[in-house]
């Protein structure tokens, strides 16, 4: 067995996926193991907030139809404590949307290195990153239908994802994703409580960041600028 080609190959094949479990597995839960998993109250950060108020002003019927949604009064006045409370919230709400209508099955969320993936997407991601509740389990993806998003906050407006969602081919031409009419009572401009929670799931990936309102530049266009 070991002296024939076949033999060799398998081998080398046992030996490669030992060395990606222990690489990418087992080195960074050794890396890791005292670092406690944040919930979801600890990774809403001011890049977020940002994002939350804007909706809160930009579609208030729908905010707060969310707020209603979450259990808590669209009338009380928020506070910063208030506001990083349901931000949560909407978190947690959101990734079971994101979930439930499959959008992991188009989007991964790793931007991995190679294929000049950064180039396209993003820093490649790190281990650290997924070490909180909103990413368990985690959604990596293996197909890339549409871009990666773990990117994805900060890179567009929220109306541009409001319009995205209701028909993606007004915003690019050739898009195979679906409409989501069931997040608005209408037309874009009146999301309703699901897509609120989706929009601050999309301005939440990468929100950690510190970049995040220029969350992506083309290094070929940084090059050639003077």
Known sequence: MF???????????????ALAFLSNGLVP??????????TAEEV???HLLIQFDDLRSRYPEGFA???RHLGHDPEAKPTPESDRQLAAETLRYARKL??????????SQFVRPVSNESRRWGPVAKSWEYQNELQRPVLFGTRRVGPDLSREGGRRSNDWHAVHFFKPTSLVEESVMPEYPWFFDGDPNHPNERGIAMIA???WLGSWLPHYFNNYVDPRLAEAQP
């Open 3 to 17: 002296e024939s080609r076949t033999g060799i190959l398998l081998i080398a094949g046992l030996g490669f996926f």
């Open 98 to 107: 994101y979930i439930g209508e499959a959008c992991w099955h188009c989007h």
């Open 65 to 67: 139809k969310l707020v």
């Open 29 to 38: 839960i050794l890396m890791y193991r005292d670092m406690p998993e944040q």
């Open 201 to 203: 799931y999309m301005q």
């Open 44 to 46: 809403v950060n001011r």
